[in-house]
């Protein structure tokens, strides 16, 4: 039903009824103007030839009827049989009836056989008085019982000026009727073939006009579903080969602009992907929209679209309003770390970026999230930095100021005090040049100015050369030492000098906090064929695990007054960690409170840019 009721709504269908009733009302007014013309031109030539036969017998009659009717010669026919013969022979109508009447309306004589008891009757018709009375124009038209059409035309027989009688013709117009009647048949089978031709034509015109339409619909639909792969044939130069002509113009043109808009679009995600700084967009209600990989992981959240700025943030609805509507461009919040233990605290800066619509205002809120934690960790340790420098010049300044004062007042009158004094401000002021010499030497080593000179060195000699080095100080604790190289480390392409400076450290450090009668234990062996690994081991009091993660930032000391009395800097380990990772290694360090401690370093096991075997 709906199918049929769509078909009829179709431009062929309208266009093929356009033309249908087009062509049927021009017909129409054709066929009610031809046969109304035929109709009228029939009957005009059927009553002129009645009126011409009519007014023909009136004159030949005319002079019959003016003398004596009944007067005839010996030798020729009565009035009667004349007039009969007359109407009788010279004039014939096709199922038409004629009469002659006499002054009185008396039938002389009449064309129908069949109708000779009329003779000798009056004709008492209407048509018939008139024309006695000398009228010219009697015509009427009557229908008879049998429901035939006939014409009635009266004549007056003038002799002269005088009436001798008058001629009276009735004729059947069933034949001109029954004429009608087939023309109008032939017209109305022609008018039914040339509505069937002209819906076959209809249909073809119609289809070389709805053809291209249902191509464009068709092109059309794949473009709304994405396929810019098809172009629509352009058929003709006409209105519709143009607009297939444009509309092909125009896939071409959204085509690209799509593929614009979608390699943007790629971009966009790739660069939001891979961003380093999370980004949130929200609406103007503060509804999460769109976020980026990273702020999942910095928010710890695995889904973020359509939950509130407020719960992602967990900020105040009045702090939020203020930094959506631009009163305030940033916020810093903190991350605790979460119960299982795997994330650390996290300090996260927000800065809001209103998105602004023309003439509707705020639409909407960029939200980028910058982690700052590592920053502000830097500016601490720079802070703490700055604060242990000073710390560790002021107190041998400050020692060398006192003791300097005292000899200033009178110790150097007494050698044997005013020598102590100093040799105190001589053990400070070799404090404060190796304390200088170590920062000089780290500050070299971040900014990558300490060049390395690599060589070929023996590591069992090294280690060999650092346990002779400390030998006496190891004795003196009555320390036991030992020396273990595993089979496959023989010679290693490094910068000696620094790596014996860095073994020095881990040595010299084992024999600070190992007492009386420990162990040091320094060992090498290949953890796989590019790497090398040395580490030095005690059996000293150990360090803390709370301490273990601080244990190489800069001044940093498990015991802070202990270290400084062993003339320690605070930037061995340090100084220590940097010359390894300038040669590319990695340093670790294990310890137990009270047990001992394992330092490791392991180095890429390199002999002029190749792999040693």
């Given at each position: 039903m709906n199918s049929g009721i769509r078909f009829f709504r179709t431009i062929q269908m309208k266009l093929i009824i356009i033309y249908v009733l087009l062509i049927l009302i021009a017909m129409q007014l054709i066929g009610v103007y031809f046969i109304s013309t035929m109709k009228t031109s029939l009957t005009s030539n059927f009553t002129t030839n009645m009126n011409d036969q009519a007014n023909l017998l009136a004159r030949l009659a005319a002079e019959t009827l003016n003398s004596k009717p009944d007067k005839t010669s010996a030798e020729g026919p009565t009035t009667e049989e004349y007039l009969s013969s007359l109407v009788r022979n010279l004039f014939s109508i096709n199922e038409a009836e004629i009469q002659l009447l006499d002054t009185s309306g008396r039938v002389l004589a009449t064309s129908l056989t069949t109708h000779q008891e009329y003779v000798g009757k009056k004709n008492t018709s209407l048509a018939v008085s008139r024309a006695l009375q000398g009228i010219r124009d009697n015509e009427e038209e009557v229908i008879d019982d049998d429901n035939v059409r006939?014409?009635?035309?009266?004549?007056?027989?003038?002799?002269?000026?005088?009436?001798?009688?008058?001629?009276?013709?009735?004729?059947?117009?069933?034949?001109?009727?029954?004429?009608?009647?087939?023309?109008?048949?032939?017209?109305?089978?022609?008018?039914?073939?040339?509505?069937?031709?002209?819906?076959?034509?209809?249909?073809?015109?119609?289809?070389?006009?709805?053809?291209?339409?249902?191509?464009?619909?068709?092109?059309?639909?794949?473009?709304?579903?994405?396929?810019?792969?098809?172009?629509?044939?352009?058929?003709?130069?006409?209105?519709?080969?143009?607009?297939?002509?444009?509309?092909?113009?125009?896939?071409?043109?959204?085509?690209?602009?799509?593929?614009?808009?979608?390699?943007?679009?790629?971009?966009?995600?790739?660069?939001?992907?891979?961003?380093?700084?999370?980004?949130?967009?929200?609406?103007?209600?503060?509804?999460?929209?769109?976020?980026?990989?990273?702020?999942?992981?910095?928010?710890?959240?695995?889904?973020?679209?359509?939950?509130?700025?407020?719960?992602?943030?967990?900020?105040?609805?009045?702090?939020?309003?203020?930094?959506?509507?631009?009163?305030?461009?940033?916020?810093?919040?903190h991350r605790l770390p979460s119960a299982d233990g795997d994330d650390d605290d996290e300090i996260i800066r927000i800065t809001f970026t209103a998105i602004h619509r023309r003439d509707k205002g705020i639409s909407g809120t960029i939200v980028v999230l910058q982690d700052v934690t590592e920053q502000e960790r830097l500016d601490q340790s720079r802070r703490e930095f700055v604060a242990n420098v000073s710390h560790e010049l002021r107190t041998p300044l400050t020692t060398i100021k006192s003791y300097a004062e005292a000899l200033d007042d009178g110790a150097l009158d007494e050698r044997e005090l005013g020598l102590r004094f100093v040799g105190v401000i001589r053990n400070e002021t070799e404090r404060m040049i190796r304390l200088v010499t170590d920062l000089l030497h780290l500050s070299r080593l971040d900014s990558s100015q300490a060049s390395l000179r690599r060589q070929a060195t023996a590591v069992p000699e090294m280690l060999e050369e650092v346990a002779d080095r400390f030998s006496f100080q190891m004795r003196k604790k009555q320390i036991r030492s030992e020396v273990r190289v595993e089979k496959g480390v023989s010679t290693v392409w490094l910068d000696r000098d620094q790596i014996d400076q860095v073994l020095d450290n881990l040595v010299s450090n084992a024999i600070k906090y190992t007492l009386d009668g420990g162990r040091i234990v320094l060992s090498a062996w290949r953890p796989d064929s590019a790497t090398v690994a040395i580490s030095v081991k005690d059996t000293g009091i150990g360090i803390p695990r709370k301490d273990l993660s601080r244990i190489f930032d800069r001044f940093y000391r498990v015991d802070k007054a202990r270290s400084r009395n062993m003339g320690g800097t605070g930037l061995g380990l340090s100084i220590a960690r940097e010359i390894v990772k300038a040669h590319g290694g990695s340093i670790t360090l294990d310890s137990e409170f009270n047990e001992g401690t394992t330092v490791t370093v392991i180095l890429p096991a390199l002999q002029d840019g190749g792999e040693l075997s």
């Open positions: 006939k014409k009635i035309i009266a004549k007056p027989i003038m002799y002269g000026t005088k009436t001798v009688g008058a001629v009276y013709m009735i004729a059947s117009m069933k034949e001109l009727y029954q004429t009608v009647d087939r023309i109008n048949q032939i017209f109305v089978s022609g008018m039914l073939i040339a509505l069937g031709l002209t819906g076959v034509l209809g249909v073809l015109l119609a289809h070389t006009i709805t053809n291209p339409i249902k191509g464009l619909t068709r092109q059309a639909a794949a473009v709304a579903e994405g396929r810019f792969d098809q172009q629509v044939p352009v058929l003709g130069d006409d209105e519709i080969g143009r607009l297939s002509e444009v509309f092909n113009e125009m896939t071409t043109r959204l085509r690209d602009a799509l593929s614009a808009n979608e390699e943007e679009k790629e971009k966009l995600a790739s660069i939001l992907a891979n961003m380093s700084d999370g980004v949130v967009a929200a609406d103007e209600r503060g509804i999460v929209i769109l976020t980026n990989r990273r702020a999942h992981e910095m928010l710890r959240e695995q889904t973020c679209e359509g939950r509130h700025l407020n719960e992602l943030f967990m900020m105040e609805d009045d702090r939020l309003a203020a930094l959506m509507n631009g009163h305030e461009s940033s916020a810093v919040i």
